[in-house]
């Protein structure tokens, strides 16, 4: 994801100076209150109690690190978790206003490496699944400690992205520099499931594709989708094999994806050139950019609220928002950089 990130940074657009805003990397959006909205930017962690109308800076305590990774715990939602590039995970208590370093376990990931994502078991939300540039980290109490789990995932390093089955969360994916691999015990041992999805020509090369997003159809658990940074690809036999979609798409990186909540085979995908939404299961698609003044989008997300409520983050010109699955966005208030 270094790379991911590196290269969207490349793609940055010149936008009208009072316009210009910092990139956006993560948006976190309260499971229960939708006035509660954590972002992410290069330089600082933002919270909004009011819908995006004022914005705090929650950077306190926290070392320099840039946040790549945000989640907050939905049995306790003051409980906020933020992984960072180059200082491991920081957890906060009390919404963001004060961190704590939790980096017992990740010595090897606290000094160069990034934490790229998290993933929360449904069922004990102190169950956590890290997913980093030095591999997949798990902790069972909350963060106090880390352990490493690549058993099985000896070729590849440099873990981007976690998907688990709803239905059944002892089954994992895990989305790398180098394809997918799946995990049927919590990632107790992980197996290479890259049929179709790794050309043989890249199979030995270092960087034969990096999965940006791997998610689980919640309707049909033995769907997947992985996004990558060379294209789209979908698998309906739990990652036994692998078919390319998406080939109309004129931008092939991938950046960011969501599948709707409420509605079957719907699917948003982010990237250079904005948004685009499939209703088919990734058959067919639209672009869905009314109203962005820049389309460089990194991040989206839907509200656990409001299903027809998004908000997608921006590589400049800030956070804009939908009321209508993204049929229109609007810009919202800009992020004030005060301390």
């Known amino acids: 994801m270094t790379h991911a990130l590196a290269l969207l940074l490349l793609f940055s657009v010149t936008l009208l100076g009072c316009n210009r805003s910092d990139p956006i990397v993560v948006l976190q959006l309260h499971p229960n209150n939708p006035d509660i909205i954590y972002v992410a ?87 956590i699944f890290l997913a980093t540039t030095m591999g997949v980290f798990e902790t069972k109490n909350g963060g106090e400690h880390w352990a490493k789990k690549m058993d099985g995932m000896k070729e590849v390093l440099m873990v981007v992205t976690l998907g688990m089955d709803p239905t059944r969360p002892s089954i994992l994916y895990a989305g790398t520099s180098g394809g997918v691999y799946k995990s049927i015990d919590q990632a107790g041992h992980w197996e290479k499931v890259n049929n179709g999805l790794v050309p043989p020509d890249m199979v030995k090369t270092s960087r034969a594709l990096n999965v940006t997003s791997i998610l689980v159809d919640p309707y049909e658990p033995d769907t997947v989708y992985a996004a990558t940074l060379a294209g789209l690809y979908k698998s309906t036999d739990a990652a036994k094999s692998w078919k390319r979609i998406g080939e109309s798409l004129t931008d092939q990186m991938i ?13 948003y995908i982010t990237g250079r050139d904005g948004v685009h939404r499939s209703e088919d299961g990734g058959a067919t698609w639209k672009v869905i950019n009314s109203g962005f003044t820049t389309t460089n989008i990194r991040t989206i997300a839907q509200s656990a ?13 800030g956070l804009y928002r939908s009321k209508d699955v993204g049929e229109t966005w609007e810009p919202m208030p800009p992020l004030h950089s005060g301390n």
């Open 41 to 127: 930017t290069n330089d600082y962690i933002y919270k909004t109690r009011d819908g995006g109308q004022t914005w705090t800076n929650l950077s306190k305590g926290m070392s320099h690190s840039r946040v790549i990774a945000m989640a907050i715990d939905p049995a306790y939602p003051a409980t906020v978790y933020a992984g960072t590039k180059g200082d491991a995970v920081y957890k906060s208590h009390d919404g963001g206003q004060r961190w704590a370093s939790m980096g017992s376990g990740l010595d090897d990931v606290t000094i160069t490496s990034v934490v790229n994502q998290f993933l929360l078991d449904p069922a004990d939300s102190r169950h």
């Open 255 to 267: 950046i960011a994806m969501v599948l709707d909540r409420m509605r079957r085979g719907v699917i």
């Open 305 to 317: 609220t409001d299903p027809k409520l998004f908000y997608a983050g921006s590589n400049g010109s």
